[in-house]
């Protein structure tokens, strides 16, 4: 069975640092992983889309990093900001399957 | 970028009703597009695919007859819970495929912010 698992299940951190969210899956043959983020009450809004042969992908604070080789993959936010307060839902594909593997996400909570 | 729409945002029902929650494309076309559940602090659970001009197809435990699925055009697919209970109280949310292929021949997907369902 494909699964995705997310840790922290949650964290809080202080406005300005950075943090890291880890993404472990077993979603085989591997076709491609997604960060999502999902603000309370809304849609996941895409960050980043990673295929196994990238290794590493920046959108603005974001960045993606992925070894397909062990399953792993982390997306760490530099200097949060308030607004990046939400749910970070971590999404694998398999090949040739349009089904949508998601993580329980990691819940940020940004503070001043 | 395209987007995703959803109607209503929120809806509050007595149990018994049937409620539609309708999903569109509002810049493209899509002959696919997913419906999915989501539970407070759970992820979100994909409920049916709905083909454009035949059945949906269902996820197992996901009673067909209570969730009706219409694609009736290219840019919108609606969702009709019948004889909503307190227990269909959730956030229901549709996403559509892209029609630009990223690298890798990845497709995009697209989320509709999302629908929150109240029965009381």
Same mark, same amino acid.
């Given at each position: 069975?494909?699964?995705?698992? @997310?840790?922290? @299940?949650?964290?809080?951190?202080?406005?300005?640092? =950075?943090? &890291?969210?880890?993404?472990?899956?077993?979603?085989?043959?591997?076709?491609?992983?997604?960060?999502?983020? @999902?603000?309370?009450?809304?849609?996941?809004?895409?960050?980043?889309?990673?295929?196994?042969?990238?290794?590493?992908?920046?959108?603005?604070?974001?960045?993606? &990093?992925?070894?397909?080789?062990?399953?792993?993959?982390?997306?760490?936010?530099?200097?949060? @900001?308030?607004?990046?307060?939400?749910?970070?839902?971590?999404?694998?594909?398999?090949? =040739?399957?349009?089904?949508?593997?998601?993580?329980?996400?990691?819940?940020?909570?940004?503070?001043? | *970028? +395209?987007?995703?729409?959803? !109607?209503?945002?929120? #809806?509050?029902?007595?149990? *018994?009703?049937? #409620?539609?929650?309708?999903?569109?494309?509002? %810049?493209?076309?899509?002959?696919?597009?997913?419906?999915?559940?989501?539970?407070?602090?759970?992820?979100?659970?994909?409920? +049916?695919?709905?083909?454009?001009?035949?059945?949906?197809?269902?996820?197992?435990?996901?009673?067909? %007859?209570?969730?009706?699925?219409?694609? +009736?055009?290219?840019?919108?697919?609606? /969702?009709? #819970?019948?004889?909503? !209970?307190?227990? %269909?109280?959730?956030?229901?949310?549709?996403? +559509?495929? *892209? /029609?630009?292929? /990223?690298?890798?021949?990845?497709?995009?997907?697209?989320? *509709?912010?999302?629908?929150?369902?109240? #029965?009381?």
């Amino acid at each position: 069975k494909n699964q995705v698992e @997310q840790s922290p @299940q949650s964290l809080i951190i202080l406005e300005g640092k =950075n943090c &890291t969210l880890q993404c472990n899956y077993t979603v085989s043959p591997f076709s491609n992983l997604r960060w999502y983020k @999902q603000d309370t009450g809304r849609g996941p809004v895409s960050l980043t889309i990673m295929t196994f042969s990238e290794n590493t992908k920046s959108n603005g604070r974001y960045t993606a &990093t992925l070894d397909a080789d062990t399953k792993q993959s982390s997306l760490h936010i530099t200097a949060s @900001q308030l607004s990046d307060s939400a749910s970070y839902i971590c999404v694998v594909s398999a090949r =040739n399957d349009y089904k949508l593997s998601f993580g329980a996400g990691t819940t940020v909570t940004v503070r001043a | *970028g +395209a987007v995703v729409s959803q !109607h209503p945002s929120r #809806v509050i029902c007595k149990s *018994g009703t049937s #409620v539609k929650i309708e999903c569109r494309s509002l %810049d493209f076309q899509a002959t696919t597009m997913f419906w999915y559940r989501q539970f407070p602090k759970q992820s979100l659970m994909l409920m +049916a695919t709905s083909n454009e001009g035949s059945k949906a197809t269902y996820e197992q435990g996901v009673e067909k %007859d209570k969730f009706l699925i219409n694609h +009736a055009s290219l840019t919108l697919s609606t /969702l009709t #819970v019948t004889s909503a !209970h307190p227990e %269909d109280s959730s956030f229901y949310i549709c996403s +559509a495929p *892209g /029609l630009k292929i /990223l690298a890798g021949g990845v497709f995009e997907q697209f989320f *509709g912010p999302g629908t929150r369902l109240t #029965v009381l």
